[in-house]
């Protein structure tokens, strides 16, 4: 059982968690007696934090806003979450830069030493807007990077590509060594930019494939990017990677979250405003690409270029002779 200091804590962080919470399940939770909890949620209210009781048959208790409200308790995890959050806030939202930065600060103030290492240890750079999210990325390891990233400490790590794959199981792989820069966000997945100090070129790691090793490598003196800044060349990377000839643009009516569920990553979707996005993708050929933009059960605008215009009305006409009726394409 926890000691009295403890649980309150614990007891706080659960109030926190959620807006309401069964008298019985919070003793549940502490492993204590309903009782035991009445009396901390007592401590609590003379602490300042406003506790209120709720009625009914779960009857239970309820941590109220304020502005009087004492300092926000934040677990090890709950600090990783508020500084990942608040550093690609834009990413989602516009015009929240500066004040996602502020309250990053502001709550980076009242954090102890230990926490505030965590947070300095984890930056991100915002790279491309994308809501979807190709699967969650263990914290310790975006910390255990970042860590070294702002160490400027060379990275050891195992990495599940597909050409390391083929030589083997990781346990039989010399790790890869390279000198971390920069964590970025690119289409809802998580890279490294990095100098791979084996193959004496920039790479990009995708995060998910990584298993950092430790200790870390000695240090090192950061080199320059081959490029303007990072989003420059992060797009660059990934123009390299696209060998589609053909690349056009078109607005979607439907919003960017529901069209990234949809792209799972193929295409760069920007917001257009209320239920419209902007996508951009390739193909290997233009009429292909009409095709596409037309697959996903929502109304569209092809944007251009020419050339994917053209082929839309190419295939409008083709749909519309294939199911015998008149085409209503102007030409």
């Given amino acids: 059982m926890l000691e009295t200091s403890a649980r309150l804590l614990a007891l706080l962080s659960l109030l926190q968690a959620r807006r309401d919470w069964p008298g019985q399940t919070l003793a549940d939770r502490l492993e204590v007696s309903p009782r035991t909890v009445r009396r901390d949620v007592d401590r609590l209210r003379e602490l300042g934090y406003p506790v209120q ?100 400490e060379v990275l050891r790590f195992d990495y599940e590509g597909r050409r390391e794959m083929r030589e083997g199981p990781a346990g039989q792989r010399p790790p890869r060594r390279a000198e971390p820069h920069h964590l970025v966000t690119w289409g809802g997945r998580w890279y490294l930019i990095g100098w791979d100090l084996d193959r004496a070129d920039w790479r990009m790691y995708r995060v998910d494939r990584m298993t950092p090793r430790t200790p870390n490598g000695p240090r090192f003196q950061p080199r320059p990017l081959p490029a303007a800044d990072v989003a420059d060349f992060v797009a660059e990377r990934f123009e390299r990677q696209d060998l589609s000839p053909c690349k056009g643009t078109a607005i979607l009516h439907v919003p960017a979250a529901a069209a990234n569920d949809w792209i799972r990553g193929q295409a760069l979707v920007e917001d257009a405003g209320p239920d419209r996005c902007r996508v951009t993708a390739g193909s290997w050929s233009w009429v292909g690409l009409a095709a596409w933009f037309g697959m996903f059960g929502a109304d569209f605008e092809l944007v251009g270029p020419p050339e994917l215009v053209e082929a839309g009305a190419a295939l409008a006409e083709r749909f519309a002779r294939g199911s015998g009726r008149t085409s209503t394409v102007p030409h």
Wanted: glycine residues 8%.
């Fill in 53 to 152: 009781a709720t009625r009914g048959p779960d009857g239970g208790y309820r941590l109220d806003a304020g502005s009087e409200l004492p300092p926000l308790l934040f677990d090890d995890d709950q600090a990783v979450a508020v500084a990942v959050a608040l550093q690609t806030a834009t990413m989602s939202v516009q015009g929240v830069e500066e004040a996602a930065l502020r309250a990053l600060a502001t709550v980076r103030q009242v954090m102890p030493a230990r926490l505030r290492h965590r947070i300095d240890a984890l930056q991100v750079t915002r790279v491309a807007k994308s809501s979807w999210r190709e699967g969650d990325i263990d914290a310790e390891r975006l910390l255990a990077i970042g860590a070294a990233v702002r160490a400027r």
